[in-house]
């Protein structure tokens, strides 16, 4: 890993597991910018994330997003928070992991339903679908094991508030780059 990539931090998990908050919270408490992959395709293209997905497709919208993660991931001394699909593509994991300290936020299917319930921002979610929990879990057999396989760190948001989550990343970002 480049040294200067890692300064960075980037974010990886499921939907609603608190990526962009912790990621927000993070970077006011270590003075680094804040970027957000998803608000990022939003920005550029002018549209709701849910719009791109829907007009362009899936694999349409995960090459708008490999492009802006490799856009992000080559500045120095920043927060990126992934969409929750991001690591499914393989060139994203290896801009992901070469270029800065992967921390996984790891979140259950309740917490999901809670956190992502009524988010119209959530393109693979039905909004009032008794059929989430069958989407969430679906989604985790895939991405959960990839999430783990690809992370340097790995902090469990359930029963944890974003102090406490930010302060167990703090601590291994701070430890990370003391021995690398």
Do not use: H
């Not at 912790?22 to 994330?49: C, H, N, P, W």
């Not at 809670?114 to 393109?123: A, E, F, G």
């Not at 102090?163 to 990343?169: E, L, V």
Request: with cysteine.
């Amino acid at each position: 890993m480049n040294s200067d990539k890692k300064k960075n931090i980037f974010l990886i998990g499921p939907m609603g597991a608190g990526k962009s908050t912790v990621g927000r919270y993070l970077s006011q408490a270590l003075d680094m910018f804040f970027y957000d992959s998803d608000f990022e395709i939003e920005k550029r293209t002018g549209v709701d994330i849910d719009w791109v997905f829907e007009v362009e497709g899936e694999s349409e919208f995960r090459i708008r997003e490999e492009k802006i993660i490799n856009e992000l991931t080559n500045k120095t001394g920043i927060i990126l928070s992934t969409g929750g699909g991001s690591i499914l593509s393989l060139k994203s994991r290896d801009l992901l992991q070469s270029r800065g300290v992967v921390i996984y936020l790891r979140t259950s299917i309740k917490e999901q339903l809670i956190r992502t319930n009524m988010d119209k921002k959530r393109p693979l979610l039905s909004l009032n679908s008794n059929n989430n929990e069958n989407i969430l879990r679906s989604l985790s057999v895939i991405r959960n094991p990839i999430y783990k396989k690809m992370s340097d760190f790995i902090v469990d948001t359930v029963n944890n508030d974003i102090p406490c989550i930010a302060s167990n990343i703090m601590r291994f970002f701070y430890g990370f780059n003391k021995i690398n």
